[in-house]
């Protein structure tokens, strides 16, 4: 217990003092975030608060985790390092959307093969050469996925910080559950600290957004947190449980990639779509925008955490089944709406 306090301690703490500086330096490069039609500031904003909940993450559990491998950590270091410093040229001088992907694509084959698959070895020993093949294109387009939908989360003052920490916490939990404390819990609760220590800088107004050096971070971190939570368990059913923990990021990106199929938008071309420019444009409110989905992330994790202990999978499958029909279903009709209005 003593080791988990001084993790989530000293990243907290590395985390708040070190964004002051960020801040800093990203005022005197001018390097901003510039407001446009479709960002909801209306003021030049620092980047790179990424950074900051970079260094405070893998300081930490690089300091306090105990490896199970003496490979893990390094190509963990490695994996998340690429990730970030991809997000830090983007945040400069801009990356397009495919070399993006074809960037992440490889790093997370990098992670999974030297790190999460250390964590399927009983299913990856199936005979079924099918069965190992697509289980492996599942998890690394889990990893891409969720690494994806944490950076289109990142809209609002706040918003990817508390829709991350929740996430990240309810993580920690499962881990501690499962007795998890020498590798695992550990990084989640370095996680937790960083971001809890970046959200005073990013709450609205946000004095500095986390760019997506954090974005991308803090995705990827969020799903390798999520695809191991599940590696001690006996069925695959139990992917619904990382599922409702990370709920709304996963359900706007699910949509979003829906809308743009129905009005035949390219998939990787933003748009003014997402759940959170939705609702601010009904209340005009960052912070009420930021508290709403806050708390149906709350909602949902701690349901993944019940689903998790009661070990109701199929319930949780059928539950969410049904409201992900549902959100299909005013996300196709509302499109159409829309093209039928241009």
């Known amino acids: 217990m003593l080791d988990i306090i001084l993790t989530v301690s000293t990243s907290f ?32 904003t620092p980047l790179l608060g990424g950074i900051a909940i970079y260094f ?10 105990e490896p199970t491998s003496e490979y893990v950590i390094p190509i963990l270091v490695v994996g998340v390092t ?17 070399r993006r992907m074809f960037i992440l694509f490889c790093i997370a084959l990098i992670v999974f093969f030297g790190c999460i698959q250390l964590y399927f070895v009983d299913l990856l020993m199936y005979d079924s050469l099918f069965i190992k093949i697509i289980f492996s294109i599942f998890i690394i387009f889990w990893i891409v996925g969720i690494t994806n939908a944490i950076n289109f989360s990142d809209g609002l003052d706040g918003l990817a910080s508390y829709l991350s ?3 990240a916490i309810s993580f920690a939990i499962i881990f501690a559950l499962q007795g998890r404390n020498m590798l695992i819990l550990p990084i989640a609760v370095a996680l937790c600290g960083a971001i809890a220590g970046f959200i005073p800088y990013n709450r609205n107004p946000a004095m500095v957004f986390m760019g997506d050096t954090g974005s991308m971070f803090i995705g990827f971190m969020l799903s390798l947190l999520s695809i191991t939570s599940i590696a001690h368990e006996t069925t695959l059913l139990s992917v619904v449980v990382p599922i409702y923990i990370l709920f709304v990021p996963i359900l706007d990106l699910c949509m979003s990639i829906l809308r743009r199929i129905v009005i035949k938008k390219p998939i990787m071309k933003p748009d003014h779509m997402h759940f959170h420019h939705v609702l601010n ?21 701690a349901a993944g955490i019940f689903i998790f202990i009661s070990k109701l ?3 949780g499958w ?7 029909l549902a959100s299909a279903a005013a996300t ?9 209005k241009v």
Do not use: W
């Not at 405070?56 to 985790?65: E, N």
């Not at 059928?318 to 992900?324: A, E, R, S, V």
């Not at 196709?332 to 039928?340: F, H, M, N, P, Q």
């Open 13 to 44: 703490l590395i985390s708040l003092f070190l964004t002051p500086l960020i801040i800093t330096f990203a005022k005197k490069k001018k390097i901003y975030d510039i407001p446009d039609d479709r960002k909801e500031h209306k003021t030049p």
């Open 56 to 65: 405070a993450t893998v300081l930490s559990f690089v300091i306090f985790a």
């Open 82 to 98: 690429g990730v970030a410093f991809m997000g830090l040229i983007d945040d400069i001088i801009s990356l397009s959307a495919k």
């Open 165 to 167: 920490l929740v996430s």
């Open 281 to 301: 444009e009904r209340f005009n409110n960052h912070l009420v925008v930021v508290m709403i989905l806050s708390l149906i992330q709350i909602i949902f994790a």
């Open 313 to 315: 999978f199929i319930l």
């Open 318 to 324: 059928i539950t969410i089944g049904c409201i992900i």
């Open 332 to 340: 196709i009709l509302t499109a159409l709406k829309s093209v039928k």
